[in-house]
């Protein structure tokens, strides 16, 4: 079922008149088909929804839905600022729909069906026009609701790299490396909290030892672009022997680059770090837990004359911290409003409240166009979340109380019972939705709408 479809066999929304309407009055129309003038011309992109068979490993091979029978989906590389057409056929029998993320882009091309996005209907074609803003490591995924059925949504192979250019991008780097994290064969934990488990993982639809190694030579950078494509996990990645550059977060530049041992990304987030390679050998860029290692989460890095099985070293742990990227003294930028929002689990522990309420009954965020916003979000459980703000970007005030400044992101990671604040622009007038990215969160009502107000 798309999110829509969930709604309306929840009760959630009503129907009436081809109108289908949310209880805040979101009014997502059903859409006709695209005109003849709308589709005349050939699309820059054209991407397949379709059931697929994907071998992470030889002798494991899974069932999923994907762009083109490939996971990821392709990389597509589009200038910033140029308008591009991109063609979704679906051959599946369900209706879905691909979100742009990271981008600003008006609503109803932004991929969310409650933002008034059509979607792609079963065995039917849309056509997305829109114009990539800005620059940076973006990317694009399914946005149908998956709530217990695990096949849904972020579950899928449904996601791939899209990379937003500047015309004078020239890289200072010898490799420019997508490392796109996923999890397969998901269900649901029968013991404890109701949550969702994952049998194995994979890089760039690779278990580990499974796909080809990277290739490099010593002397050369690489420029990795870490995209976390997980419905709900964190994962910390390290490579032996290495230390990542970071130089961007969710394809922004960061005021302070700096070098980490281990990065850690969230459900939605990116991190683009250079990593010198100046230690031959062969190596494992891969999960820092063993576990996550054992079950395919990782990939191995080979330099030009080496050989033998792949190096592990443990790196010295150290707290991810995203105020180490930032300027250290905090730029008081003057705000016209506050607004606070609060996150809680209901007594059953898996529906998520956002001051008090879950989608669709949580009251929407109001803002006026042109004004800045401090948003103080208080996570009140012992879960992180990282919450997304669809076509807007963020700019990151306190992390835990360490105040920063500079660190541009579209995802942030609200630490179990700490608060985060952030600084948001109302400058991409228009309804734009907030959540956890984690799937099963939003699912279970982790999420209301931004709106504009005059
Ligand atoms: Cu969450």
């Not at 679906?90 to 729909?97: K, P, V």
């Not at 690779?206 to 690489?222: I, N, S, T």
């Not at 979000?377 to 992390?399: G, I, K």
Request: with cysteine.
């Amino acid at each position: 079922m798309t999110r829509r479809e969930w709604l309306i066999a929840t009760g959630a929304w009503a129907c009436a008149s081809g109108t289908v309407r949310g209880q805040h009055g979101h009014v997502s129309r059903r859409f006709p088909p695209q005109t003849a003038e709308q589709l005349a011309g050939p699309a820059d992109v054209t991407l397949r929804i379709g059931e697929t068979s994907l071998e992470l490993a030889p002798r494991r091979v899974v069932r999923t839905r994907a762009y083109n029978g490939q996971v990821p989906g392709p990389l597509l590389r589009v200038p910033r600022g140029r308008p591009l057409t991109v063609d979704v056929f679906n051959e599946t029998a369900s209706e879905d729909i691909v979100h742009w993320h990271g981008l600003h882009i008006p609503p109803e091309v932004d991929g969310v069906y409650e933002q008034g996005t059509p979607g792609v209907p079963a065995r039917g074609r849309w056509r997305y026009v829109f114009t990539p803003e800005p620059s940076g490591t973006r990317w694009y995924h399914s946005h149908n609701a998956a709530g217990r059925d695990l096949t849904k949504g972020t579950y899928t192979g449904q996601f791939g790299v899209m990379l937003v250019e500047e015309a004078d991008d020239a890289g200072d780097y010898d490799h420019d490396v997508p490392v796109v994290l996923h999890e397969w064969e998901p269900y649901l934990r029968r013991r404890g909290p109701l949550d969702v488990e994952f049998k194995a993982f994979s890089v760039n639809g690779k278990m580990f030892g499974a796909g080809e190694p990277l290739r490099v030579r010593e002397g050369q950078r690489a420029r990795l672009r870490i995209v976390n494509a997980s419905a709900t996990l964190t994962h910390q990645l390290a490579l032996a022997g290495h230390q990542f550059r970071v130089i961007a977060l969710d394809g922004n530049r960061v005021p302070s680059p700096a070098a980490v041992p281990v990065v850690e990304v969230a459900p939605g987030e990116r991190v683009d770090a250079v990593v010198e390679l100046s230690r031959p050998g062969v190596w494992v860029l891969g999960s820092v837990k063993a576990e996550g290692r054992a079950a395919g989460l990782g990939v191995v890095v080979e330099y030009a004359g080496q050989s033998g099985p792949p190096r592990w070293a443990e790196p010295i742990p150290r707290p991810w911290d995203y105020t180490l990227f930032g300027d250290r003294e905090r730029r008081d930028i003057p705000v016209d409003d506050r607004i606070t929002l609060a996150f809680k689990a209901e007594p059953d522990g898996h529906h998520w409240l956002i001051n008090g309420k879950g989608y669709p009954k949580a009251d929407p965020i109001r803002v006026r166009a042109g004004r800045r916003y401090r948003w103080t979000l208080d996570n009140q459980s012992a879960d992180p979340h990282p919450v997304h703000l669809h076509r807007h970007t963020f700019e990151l005030v306190s992390v835990a109380g360490r105040p920063t400044s500079g660190v541009r992101k579209d995802v942030v990671t609200v630490p179990p019972w700490r608060t985060v604040e952030i600084d948001v622009t109302a400058d991409q007038p228009g309804l734009a939705l907030f959540h956890c990215h984690q799937q099963f969160h939003m699912d279970m009502g982790f999420m209301t709408m931004l709106e504009y107000v005059d």
